[in-house]
């Protein structure tokens, strides 16, 4: 269930602010929920985490794909 799984990773992003996947996870759900512009700033949010090198380039390309969905939608 989405909906669950964004309340909890909102609790634990409040829990553990630092932790980049936390944050990652709580973009994905919120990306799949159709909350384009809450996965952008959770994305940014594990970026300034200094997630791993693989990891950042992954979450960058995401970050690139949903900003071009949003600016299709306008």
Do not use: C, H, M
């Not at 990652?24 to 990306?31: D, E, K, L, S, T």
């Not at 979450?59 to 690139?64: D, G, R, Y």
């Amino acid at each position: 269930d989405l909906e669950r799984a964004q309340q909890d990773f909102t609790k634990a992003t409040e829990l553990s602010p630092e932790e980049w996947l936390t944050w990652g996870n709580r973009a994905f759900v919120a990306y799949k929920l159709g909350k384009l512009r809450d996965s952008v700033s959770f994305y940014q949010q594990a970026l300034e985490q200094s997630p791993p090198e693989n990891e950042r380039i992954l979450i960058e390309q995401n970050l690139s794909e949903i900003k071009q969905e949003i600016a299709k939608a306008k």
